[in-house]
């Protein structure tokens, strides 16, 4: 044995060979034996040359498809045995719903959001596994949830930042979303305030929070057809003066519902510590009028009540705000056009139970238009106050209000003329 190159025998007598190749093919006999003999040889075994799996066709790298089509992958292996090609989507919980034809190729059929991700192929037989993987991208969908969101804490303030996920096919846009935690909330379900992000943006400086208050912020990404799902909770508090700072972070599932469940349970446990994001690169932007900040609202016996603070910077004087409205993710309509410059808060009575609106504000100061306030949501659902039948004042635009009004007074007028003509006409018969 030790003549032959790359063969070797151990201290326990296995024979070891580095390479496998025709010379070791055969019947091999083992015979034990020490100073008083052997009691004889073992039974042969047969040494077989067997091929791990090799691919010869390997998927591409990446595949786009639109959804609600088909999309096959292919992949092929071969080796001795021949080896079997199973497909798994890498970070799927459960079975999938691929399939995977006769030729082992993976078929999506019809394509959905849910199969956009990393797909592998593996191949297996007795001797090994080989695995290859790609990419596949679903096109016309709603965004995909963001990941890594980070919150560094801030005098009264946090800086949140993430990493967007794929945007389904479409430009999208994100909004970071944050609410106090309180002991003892005033209703059953606290409100979450909505901050639109800048265009290109993966980061979001929110001011003005109060002191020795734990925060709620989650980040939701939109683009034309819809919104994605909310990204996980993360809980943190920010820096108060003299505070040292931290970061802190306290992640929870949260669903597509306006109101999140409640996370009260972050008073009695500590929260894991994370690494602190780098702080964002300064911009200098020349802003000649700055939105509407701190659009709040609450409930009262009356309807809802808007609240807002002055835009921080302004090239000329205030001349007055603008509300707008929209209803179950519908298009924005202008409730209120003309608030005074000095308001600071609005009543807006006679909304639909059980809908959901969102509320936001824009300024005017001469020629100059701001962009919209940070959005405020409300349901209605549950409450009493708001009659099911009450419509909004001023939904419809006022060229559709007066064509309405303008048919029906056409009509009126053509009953009362036909009425009389009839009655004319009746008596010259007579």
């Known amino acids: 044995v030790s003549q032959l190159p790359g063969w070797s025998v151990r201290p326990d007598g296995s024979i070891v060979i580095a390479t496998g190749n025709d010379d070791a093919l055969g019947l091999y006999r083992c015979t034990p034996y020490n100073s008083y003999g052997t009691a004889g040889e073992s039974r042969p075994t047969r040494v077989l040359l067997k091929d791990p799996p090799a691919f010869t066709v390997r998927p591409k790298e990446e595949y786009f498809q639109e959804v609600g089509r088909e ?29 995977v034809d006769g030729n082992s190729s993976l078929v999506l059929h019809p394509l959905i959001k849910e199969q956009h991700g990393v797909w592998e192929c593996t191949a297996t037989n007795q001797v090994a596994s080989v695995t290859t993987a790609t990419s596949v991208h679903v096109l ?10 980070s919150v560094l804490p801030l005098l009264l303030a946090a800086n949140i930042s993430w990493e967007p996920g794929f945007d389904g096919g479409y430009f999208q846009r994100f909004s970071v979303w944050y609410t106090p935690l309180v ?12 901050l639109s992000v800048p265009v290109g943006a993966q980061h979001l400086l929110v001011e003005n929070l109060q002191p020795d208050t734990s925060y709620q912020f989650s980040v939701l990404a939109q683009n ?14 920010p820096r108060g003066k003299g505070s040292p700072p931290e970061h802190r972070r306290f992640p929870q599932t949260l669903g597509k519902v306006l109101f999140p469940p409640r996370a009260s349970s972050a008073f009695s446990s500590g929260f894991p510590v994370t690494t602190v994001p780098p702080e964002p690169p300064a911009m200098t932007v020349h802003v000649f009028l700055s939105p509407p900040r701190a659009l709040t609202a609450n409930e009262t016996v009356r309807g809802v009540l808007l609240h807002w603070d ?13 509300l707008e409205l929209r209803q179950d993710k519908g298009g924005w309509e202008v409730l209120e056009r003309s608030i ?9 009575p006679g909304l639909i139970k059980d809908a ?3 509320f936001r504000l824009v300024a005017f100061a001469g020629s100059y238009i701001s962009d919209p306030s940070n959005t405020v949501n409300v349901s209605t659902a549950g409450m009493e106050v708001y009659p099911s039948r009450t419509q909004l004042p001023e939904l419809l635009p006022q060229p559709v209000l007066a064509g309405v009004i303008g048919g029906i007074c056409f009509l009126s007028v053509a009953v009362i003329f036909s ?9 010259r018969r007579a």
């Open 71 to 99: 999309l096959v992958i292919p992949c092929a292996a071969h080796g001795d045995p021949p080896p079997s090609i199973t497909w798994v989507k890498v970070g799927s919980v459960g079975k999938s719903s691929a399939q």
């Open 419 to 427: 009425t009389m003509a009839a009655c004319i006409m009746n008596r």
């Open 356 to 358: 959901f609106y969102e």
């Open 340 to 348: 005074p410059s000095t308001d600071t808060q609005v009543l807006v």
């Open 183 to 194: 002991r003892y909330p005033p209703r059953a379900h606290h409100d979450w305030v909505s």
């Open 310 to 322: 002055p835009p921080a910077r302004a090239s000329v004087a205030l001349s007055g705000y603008a």
């Open 224 to 237: 034309k057809l819809g919104s994605g799902p909310f990204s996980q909770i993360v809980t943190s508090m």
């Open 140 to 149: 016309g969908t709603s965004p995909h949830a963001v990941t890594n969101v």
